[in-house]
T-cell receptor, first 113, second 112 residues
Framework: DAGVTQSPTHLIKTRGQHVTLRCSPI?????VSWYQQVLGQGPQFIFQ???????GRGNFPDRFSARQFPNYSSELNVNALLLGDSALYLC???FGTGYYEQYFGPGTRLTVT | QQPVQSPQAVILREGEDAVINCSSS?????VHWYRQKHGEAPVFLMI?????EQKGHEKISASFNEKKQQSSLYLTASQLSYSGTYFC?????????????FGAGTQVVVTP
């Protein structure tokens, strides 16, 4: 079975621009979570979606938004990019929310210049 | 609240054992363990649930002490492939289901 897929793999943007990152979960999984990982640190929770509804939001500004589509794929949008947004953005797929294993995709490496 | 991992780093020779600890100041409902190699995504190793249920995919064991709000990951007879950074992720209540809080990681280097 295919694992979690994310696109694009790498992205270079300029400060102030907008970016959209995409994620397709494992077949049969209904929950997608987004994490930001800065070099040398553990992943930080941004959003969780389950059955197309937002189930949780981490401590990130309103510039970050996300949504989940009927096929359970998801998009993460970041507006007005800052240098500090440079990071690896990870999408994690799980069957449900709570007490379920989360499987990470390969990530999108975002560089803001 | 972010869990605390210890040690920060450990160097092992092949075949040696190591223990990685993950502690929280909050009551934990679950602990998830991952290994991440440089430039790659975290790979799921094991989930430990309140009540004792464990689910894992590799020959690595772990324990979960609910009273002490602590989990330990045991690397036994380490192999070169065990090298990487190990993260614990925790869920500390029903309002945090699915919202994993990760520790800063423990870097493990296994040498021949």
């Amino acid at each position: 079975d295919a694992g979690v897929t994310q696109s694009p793999t790498h992205l270079i943007k300029t400060r102030g621009q907008h970016v959209t990152l995409r994620c397709s979960p494992i077949s049969g999984h209904k929950s997608v979570s987004w994490y930001q990982q800065v070099l040398g640190q553990g992943p930080q929770f941004i959003f969780q979606y389950y059955e197309k509804e937002e189930r949780g939001r981490g401590n990130f500004p309103d510039r970050f938004s996300a949504r989940q589509f009927p096929n359970y794929s998801s998009e993460l949008n970041v507006n007005a990019l800052l240098l500090g947004d440079s990071a690896l953005y990870l999408c994690a797929s799980s069957f449900g929310t709570g007490y379920y294993e989360q499987y990470f995709g390969p990530g999108t490496r975002l560089t803001v210049t | 609240q972010q869990p605390v991992q210890s040690p920060q780093a450990v160097i092992l020779r092949e075949g040696e054992d190591a223990v990685i600890n993950c502690s929280s100041s909050k009551a934990l409902y679950s602990v998830h363990w991952y290994r991440q190699k440089h430039g790659e995504a975290p790979v799921f190793l094991m989930i430990l649930l309140k009540g004792g249920e464990q689910k894992g995919h590799e020959k690595i064991s772990a324990s979960f002490n609910e009273k002490k709000q602590q989990s330990s990951l045991y690397l036994t007879a380490s192999q070169l492939s065990y090298s990487g950074t190990y993260f614990c992720g925790t869920e500390d209540g029903t309002d945090s289901w699915g919202k994993l809080q990760f520790g800063a990681g423990t870097q493990v280097v296994v040498t021949p």
